[in-house]
Structure formats: structure tokens, C-alpha cells
């Protein structure tokens, strides 16, 4: 598997919905309508977090931070030029 350099691609395939050709589609839509990647997710989080206790929601927020955290510093890393996505 090649290295791959582009930090938003990463996000994508980690993070991103869809399928491999859907990605590019959906980041498209995203940015556009300037949500996060945890936009998406976040109602079938809210009802994850209704079934999990304490310590988990905790473990759950952290997560969700953690990946807003990155999505901010791609985002301002992109300002010196749009990422290519594959």
C-alpha cells in the first residue's frame, strides 16, 4: 500500500461515510453545507450515549473531541490549498 500524504484523504478513509467513490462525493456535500464529518453521526450517537453509563459517555466525548480536534487542523491546513481526496 502506498504512503499516503494528504491528511484530509487519512480523515476521509478513517473517519469519512460511504464507500471508497461515495468519499469524495461526501466530503463535497460537507463542506459545502460546513459540517463536520461528525455532523453525520451525531444522532445515532445521542442514542448510543442515552445506553452507555458514566465512564463510557466520558470515553465517547473524549473520542469525538479528539476527531473534531484533527478535522480543525485539516481545515486549516487546507486554507493554503483544497486537499485531493481518492
Known amino acids: 500500500m502506498p504512503?499516503?500524504?494528504?491528511?484530509?484523504?487519512?480523515?476521509?478513509?478513517?473517519?469519512g461515510?460511504?464507500?471508497h467513490?461515495?468519499?469524495?462525493q461526501n466530503n463535497q456535500i460537507r463542506q459545502k453545507a460546513?459540517?463536520?464529518v461528525l455532523d453525520f453521526v451525531m444522532?445515532?450517537?445521542r442514542d448510543m450515549q442515552k445506553r452507555?453509563?458514566?465512564?463510557d459517555r466520558d470515553k465517547?466525548?473524549?473520542?469525538?473531541?479528539?476527531?473534531?480536534e484533527v478535522e480543525a487542523r485539516i481545515q486549516?491546513?487546507?486554507q493554503f490549498g483544497p486537499a485531493q481526496i481518492r
Do not use: H, I, K
Not at 500524504?5 to 473517519?15: K, W
Not at 452507555?52 to 465512564?55: A, K, P, R, S
Not at 465517547?60 to 473534531?68: A, I, M, P
Open 21 to 24: 467513490g461515495q468519499r469524495v
Open 3 to 15: 504512503a499516503e500524504f494528504n491528511p484530509r484523504s487519512v480523515f476521509e478513509r478513517l473517519f
Open 43 to 45: 444522532d445515532d450517537a
Open 52 to 55: 452507555l453509563t458514566g465512564t
Open 76 to 78: 486549516r491546513a487546507e
Open 60 to 68: 465517547l466525548d473524549q473520542y469525538f473531541t479528539s476527531v473534531r
Open 34 to 36: 460546513q459540517q463536520s
Open 17 to 19: 461515510p460511504g464507500e
